[in-house]
């Protein structure tokens, strides 16, 4: 009996621990911490000065954004292993038109109007030179209406009768009016301030006015033929424009040259009718808009 009870106290012992040890059913809470960093930014001011343009120093503020370079900065900024390269774009092709008032000195007797009012369209090249300094080389043609005719055939004019070329043969006037285009090349200078481009300049231009006479054929003046000027006047300007947009730009300008005389030439002919010492200056205001076709 004692051996039994022996074996039954070992085996209780056994079995209660266990029992103790078996798994329960228990809920279990999870606690997630979490943990909120703020991140701060240095703010550090970079300064760019590439040759040949002026600029406002550029600052990063947001890690996440690229800064705005002004639009009237033509700046292009790459990102490289090495930093920041930066390419400035030196030079600028572009297109004009626009409109104007053209007054001469030399036809106010015969002009009906005191102005002349026409168009033009032109073409040009810009280069930056020194910080905010550009030259800027253009090609324009203008058109210009008529003020005045003279018309032999339906009234009497001023210029009425017989001209006599240098070897003596005879020109027969006919007709003449102040309507014609003008050939203009011109070189300036501007300074950037802002959107605004104050500019002065120098200009060549050639008017193209035409006289028709009635010359000789096979010793018979029986043949219309016209006339034309081909002289070159020289000039100034000055006026600004206005950056509306990257790429468009406003301009007021005001041209002023000087005209010795009037001579009218012809393949066939020599012949000069405004053959005087007078020296008559034409002065013009355009309004113009440009527009930038390319930058390198």
């Known amino acids: 009996m004692a051996v039994k009870k022996l074996i039954l106290i070992i085996f209780f012992l056994i079995l209660y621990p266990l029992n103790a040890q078996r798994k329960k059913t228990d809920t279990l809470y999870v606690y997630e911490k979490v943990i909120v960093y703020d991140t701060v930014y240095l703010e550090k001011a970079l300064k760019i000065k590439p040759a040949g343009i002026h600029s406002e120093p550029l600052v990063i503020s947001d890690m996440n954004t690229v800064p705005e370079v002004p639009k009237f900065e033509y700046i292009t900024i790459t990102d490289t292993t090495k930093g920041l390269k930066i ?8 297109a004009e038109t626009g409109m104007g008032l053209k007054n001469s000195s030399w036809a106010k007797e015969s002009s009906e109007k005191s102005q002349q009012t026409g168009f033009n369209a032109g073409i040009w090249i810009s280069g930056s030179i020194y910080k905010r300094f550009s030259l800027m080389l253009s090609a324009h043609i203008y058109y210009w209406n008529s ?16 001209y006599f070329t240098e070897d003596r043969q005879p020109l027969l006037f006919q007709k003449f009016n102040d309507k014609h285009l003008e050939y203009a090349l011109q ?11 104050p500019f002065i300049g120098i200009l060549a231009n050639q008017n193209v006015y035409k006289m028709q006479f009635m010359v000789p054929e096979n010793n018979v003046l029986n043949k219309l033929d016209d006339f034309k000027s081909k002289e070159i006047n020289f000039g100034y300007s000055f006026g600004i424009q206005y950056r509306i947009m990257r790429k468009f730009l406003l301009s ?8 010795r005389n009037i001579s ?5 002919f020599n012949f000069d009718i405004f053959k005087t010492n007078n020296t008559f200056a034409e002065r013009k205001i355009n309004l113009g808009i440009s527009y930038t076709i390319s930058s390198w």
């Open 147 to 162: 003020t005045f005719s003279l018309d032999t055939n339906k009234a009497e004019t001023w210029l009425d009768g017989y």
């Open 264 to 268: 009218l030439k012809n393949s066939a």
């Open 87 to 94: 390419k400035a774009q030196k030079f600028e092709f572009g």
């Open 187 to 197: 070189l300036k200078l501007f300074y950037e301030w802002k959107k605004f481009r």
């Open 252 to 259: 007021l300008e005001y041209q002023e040259y000087k005209m």
